[in-house]
């Protein structure tokens, strides 16, 4: 595959023990491509539907980032991968909010609250 947004071989060594294995019924795409997908479209903040083909169809990688939600395997694929780089991992959540253009200029006032949680040894 290659694209940008791809696991690379050192990331899929560390997820793919965590992931749902279910070898009953309809055979499975395969899941790097799948992941590969899912996280195309997280990164990108493209919509399900402009998911490029190379990933498969995009109702495959939705169903499934659902599913794994559900059953609790983001959180553990987000540990393990911490863990493999030593906790030397930093996320940044970027939101944008947008003013309809006659709000931007109201005077208000804004209280900010942050929050930070001390990390347990």
Known sequence: MGGRYDLTD???SVIKPLLP?????VPRVDDRRVLSGIFWVLRSGA????LP??????TTCYNRFVRWRKAG????IMDAVSEAYDGDI??????VVRVHQHAAN???????IVWAAREED
């Open 90 to 95: 930093q996320m940044i959540d970027s939101s």
């Open 47 to 50: 919509p399900w539907r402009d």
């Open 53 to 58: 083909e190379r990933y498969g169809p995009y």
């Open 106 to 112: 109201v005077k208000k006032t804004t209280e900010f």
């Open 73 to 76: 395997v983001w959180d553990r």
């Open 21 to 25: 294995n279910k070898p009953r019924g």
């Open 10 to 12: 050192f990331e899929w």
